[in-house]
Nanobody
Framework: QVQLVESGGGLVQTGGSLRLSCAASGLTFRRYTMGWFRQTPGTEREFVASISPSGLNTYYADSVKGRFTISRGNAKITVYLQMNNLKPEDTAVYYC?????????????????WGQGTQVTVSS
């Protein structure tokens, strides 16, 4: 059974930083594309970033390029999202997702497994 458990969310001031972690279990991690998505109340879940199984290819939403960095520690079966220069519009619940494919995707329906989410709140 695949499990994804996020951690690292919290309250931070504008311009601050947070590092989210997602611990994965029950899957062959090196075969999975991993992604981060976020969602605010009343809106659809949106793509933030993804990383290929090898870790060599990353993709970002335009809104976070240059501020967020996705990485993966294959030995620890964990994916990270380093978030710098945070803005109030980054406030959301952040979800980790796993896609059993080598092909990248920004679409929520392409991901097979999801974590429970972690709240990130950026105060102005």
């Amino acid at each position: 059974q695949v499990q994804l458990v996020e951690s690292g969310g919290g309250l931070v001031q504008t311009g601050g930083s947070l590092r989210l972690s997602c611990a994965a279990s029950g899957l062959t991690f090196r075969r999975y594309t991993m992604g981060w998505f976020r969602q605010t109340p009343g809106t659809e879940r949106e793509f933030v970033a993804s990383i290929s199984p090898s870790g060599l290819n990353t993709y970002y939403a335009d809104s976070v390029k240059g501020r967020f960095t996705i990485s993966r520690g294959n030995a620890k079966i964990t994916v990270y999202l380093q978030m710098n220069n945070l803005k109030p519009e980054d406030t959301a619940v952040y979800y980790c997702a796993a896609r059993n494919s080598f092909t990248a995707s920004i679409m929520t329906h392409d991901y097979d497994n999801w974590g429970q989410g972690t709240q990130v709140t950026v105060s102005s």
